[in-house]
T-cell receptor, first 115, second 114 residues
Framework: DQQVKQNSPSLSVQEGRISILNCDYT??????FLWYKKYPAEGPTFLISISSIKDKNEDGRFTVFLNKSAKHLSLHIVPSQPGDSAVYFCAASAGVLGGGNKLTFGTGTQLKVEL | KAGVTQTPRYLIKTRGQQVTLSCSPI?????VSWYQQTPGQGLQFLFE???????NKGNFPGRFSGRQFSNSRSEMNVSTLELGDSALYLCASSLDEGMNPEAFFGQGTRLTVV
């Protein structure tokens, strides 16, 4: 049962344009969402997060939007840079109610930013 | 501030052997979680330790175990290794304050079982 889904395995955008990565979840207990960036053979790097009490969080070029009613979140990267090329994982936590810091990850989206 | 340190970075083991992986969390972080990454299954949660106690456990067989020491350092052990245990094993540490589960990952240990 895949509780966090990233339906696009890959995305290709041009340098300078916007990258939009999408994530859907099914578990209503999830109350905190995170995005990670990962290069091969390395650990994921934390990018940005959002609590379920918010619908938007911004950090530099990265913005995460949360639509609780649709159980959907998205990561916007503007402007996209070649160094952004990596696999992006969406993760969710049920927080205190779910017990501990267990993160449930999506399957990832490979972003390629082309010159 | 030093990040999460995992040792060793690479391991090759034979089927049936056991292996121990080590993780030193970020200073001040009390929660340590372990994840397995494989091409077919993605990132799967193994278990979480907090104050030397296992607080949460994923859906893995009992061959996978772990522990946490008083200084928050953690080890995970896999006994009777199988070929399917070949994976990147990732450790993550969290401050564990309030409702923020932000986790910071180490570079991982690449385990190959032959």
């Amino acid at each position: 049962d895949q509780q966090v889904k990233q339906n696009s395995p890959s995305l290709s955008v041009q340098e300078g344009r916007i990258s939009i990565l999408n994530c859907d979840y099914t578990n209503s207990m999830f109350d905190y969402f995170l995005w990670y960036k990962k290069y091969p053979a390395e650990g994921p790097t934390f990018l940005i997060s959002i609590s379920s009490i918010k619908d938007k969080n911004e950090d530099g070029r990265f913005t995460v939007f949360l639509n609780k009613s649709a159980k959907h979140l998205s990561l916007h990267i503007v402007p996209s840079q070649p160094g952004d090329s990596a696999v992006y994982f969406c993760a969710a936590s049920a927080g205190v109610l779910g017990g501990g810091n267990k993160l449930t990850f999506g399957t990832g989206t490979q972003l390629k930013v082309e010159l | 501030k030093a990040g999460v340190t995992q040792t060793p970075r690479y391991l090759i083991k034979t089927r049936g052997q056991q292996v121990t992986l080590s993780c030193s969390p970020i200073s001040g972080h009390r929660s340590v979680s372990w994840y397995q990454q494989t091409p077919g299954q993605g990132l799967q949660f193994l278990f979480e330790y907090f104050s030397e106690t296992q607080r949460n456990k994923g859906n893995f067989p009992g061959r996978f175990s772990g522990r946490q020491f008083s200084n928050s350092r953690s080890e995970m052990n896999v006994s009777t290794l199988e070929l399917g245990d070949s994976a990147l094993y990732l450790c993550a540490s969290s401050l564990d304050e309030g409702m923020n589960p932000e986790a910071f990952f180490g570079q991982g240990t690449r385990l190959t079982v032959v």
